[in-house]
């Protein structure tokens, strides 16, 4: 990843110049999905720490901060949410921001960071599968408008996702390594490596062959819903509204970088991430 990210890509920067402290930050997009190409933008996800007096008062919150950016000759995508807005999101079955919590690329952590990630199994439900099956669809969908690479394998990449889930309840991001614990199409190291050459290229394989290969994953989707062991709901919701209260109001002072190098390219913690072990 360091090739792709440059020398220049200092993200622990970028994370400290957020206006309010920042619990967590991660890199999400193609870098955490196992197929950035050389000119990929670096996508930022995390959660800010709005003071109290932001909800309260007569003000409408900033619950969202999104910005796009060139940094040092790198395309930046940085998006946080407010602590109460995420945990909501979290408990709405929304992958996203699963794999943003759990992502092993952090940028930025503290303690309260690895405690939402200790409830994060609180959350996760069969129904999960309703979030990947219609990401799929949807960038199914923009394939077959634009015959570009970059949709088709977003929808390899979601759905082999949420059967990786279903069956084992971890949350799992990477498409390579998803290729090889799940049954995929034999051409997906050859699309992953066109994609590192080109961010927007067409994809080099017949329509047909792409639409039977992604039907099938559709229906293996089905099936480990349907026989995964998930709960139908989620568990943690009144230890997430403690969480969220104690963090408000004891006030939360900020977290701590994760810098592998001078180059400050994000690392893959041994904790958190991976298994939701139940």
Excluded: C
Aim: hydrophobic share 40%; net charge negative.
């Amino acid at each position: 990843m360091t090739d792709v990210l440059g020398p220049g890509a200092d993200l622990a920067s970028v994370v400290g110049e957020q206006p309010d402290p920042v619990l967590f930050a991660t890199v999400s997009g193609a870098h955490l999905y196992g197929f950035p190409s050389r000119d990929s933008d670096v996508d930022l996800r995390g959660v800010h720490v709005l003071p109290t007096a932001a909800l309260v008062g007569l003000g409408e919150p900033e619950e969202t901060r999104s910005r796009m950016w060139f940094r040092d000759g790198t395309e930046m995508d940085l998006v946080t949410h407010d602590l109460r807005k995420f945990v909501r999101l979290m408990l709405r079955r929304n992958g996203y921001v699963l794999e943003q919590l759990l992502s092993p690329l952090v940028v930025r952590t503290s303690e309260e960071h690895r405690e939402l990630i200790s409830l994060a199994p609180g959350v996760v439900t069969r129904h999960h599968a309703h979030h990947y099956r219609g990401f799929a669809t949807t960038q199914w969908r923009l394939f077959e408008k634009s015959g570009e690479l970059k949709p088709l394998l977003y929808t390899f990449r979601v759905l082999l996702t949420g059967i990786h889930l279903m069956r084992s309840g971890e949350v799992q991001a990477d498409l390579p390594t998803l290729a090889g614990q799940i049954a995929s199409p034999a051409y997906l190291p050859d699309l992953i490596a066109a994609k590192a050459e080109r961010e927007h290229g067409p994809a080099d394989i017949p329509r047909a062959r792409a639409e039977e290969d992604v039907e099938r994953l559709h229906v293996l989707l089905d099936e480990a819903q349907e026989a995964s062991e998930l709960p139908d709901a989620a568990s943690a919701y009144d230890a997430l509204h403690a969480f969220v209260v104690r963090v408000r109001l004891d006030g939360f002072g900020g977290g701590q970088d994760v810098l592998p190098g001078a180059e400050g390219v994000p690392a893959g913690l041994p904790a958190p991430g991976g298994v939701l072990e139940r």
